[in-house]
């Protein structure tokens, strides 16, 4: 019963967000969803051990725009493939 996945954006399931280390680098981290604030932002537990003493037992309240399903960054501009023009006669 424990084992039972729960679909993406609802409590227990896992989801990716875009962070920054010390360094500036942009990395991925993974969480789990543990509740939904009525602010707009969620609690989540992070699965990392990067933020060794910077969050309580790795959990971290953020903005639910920031989390998303997969660990590849989903594209937040629509490309339309440019028309080729017709030559003029």
Avoid: H
Wanted: glycine fraction near 6%.
């Amino acid at each position: 019963m424990l084992r039972t996945p729960t679909p993406f954006p609802f409590s227990g399931s896992t989801c990716y967000f875009d962070d920054q280390n010390d360094d500036g680098q942009d990395v991925v981290e993974k969480a789990r969803i543990q509740r939904y604030n009525g602010d707009g932002t969620a609690l989540i537990s992070i699965e990392s051990c990067r933020f060794p003493g910077e969050v309580a037992s790795g959990n971290r309240t953020i903005d639910l725009d920031r989390l998303r399903e997969t660990e590849q960054p989903v594209s937040r501009s629509v490309v339309t493939p440019a028309r080729r023009r017709r030559a003029r006669r």
